[in-house]
């Protein structure tokens, strides 16, 4: 088949995607490095999608390699307002990646260590619903092929969750506590759209902020998927 192969990088995400279209347009296979590895999206019939639809199951050490044990409890660490940690090299002869971000900055740098200063994001202000609209914002709103809140299910659901709620933090904290009931851990699906998550309310966390995004995006408040490392339990991961 005669594919365009394209290959996506910015500023906001430190690896690098690839795809491969078909000269309609249609998308016949995606990779995307992941803290799981590469992850591999291939264009499929019907009968081998189903085939493919009861899942499987991670090795233990795919999460196990994800979490970084600290030794010690941070006392209310939600209430914390920074946050600073020493990375250490495993292998300094490859250096040391570009780390952007809004909200933390590096201190000191070496071969061998890397300081990075964290801080938490600042107070949330009122909005009232709909979010205003703005150029920067679009982005946030619109469906995509993981987020997919044009669904009429989701957004069913997302509406009768929110309510008559204007006020944009209330209803979003609303859509978390639904999702956080209503999801059951599931270490064997690490990346599913959220139409496939909706269906059936599992996944890992990845699969948790999926469904979330989507069902705050499709009652018009903006959002949008982060991977990176949270703390929980005396480790981060």
Known sequence: VRALKVEETNDAQPVKRTYWLAEDGELLKAEEPGPFGLTEIVRVDRARALAASAGGELPAEAYEQTLLKTGLRLPRPREIEYLKVRLSHRRPELGWPEIPGARHRVVA?????????VRRAASVRSVTLPFPETPG?????????????????????????????????????????????????????????????????????????????????????????????????????
């Open 109 to 117: 740098r070496t071969e061998t260590t890397l300081d990075l200063e």
């Open 137 to 237: 914002g679009r982005a946030f709103l619109e469906p995509n092929a993981y987020l997919q809140s044009e669904d009429p299910d989701l957004r069913s659901q997302a509406a009768a969750i929110v309510g008559g709620e204007k006020d944009a933090w209330r209803a979003a904290l609303k859509l978390r506590r639904w999702t956080a009931d209503q999801m059951t851990f599931d270490l064997g699906i690490a990346f599913a759209p959220s139409v496939e998550i909706f269906k059936n309310r599992r996944g890992t966390c990845v699969g948790y902020a999926t469904i979330l995004a989507t069902l705050a995006r499709s009652v018009g408040i903006p959002s949008r998927f982060v991977m990176g490392y949270a703390y929980t339990l005396g480790m981060f991961g």
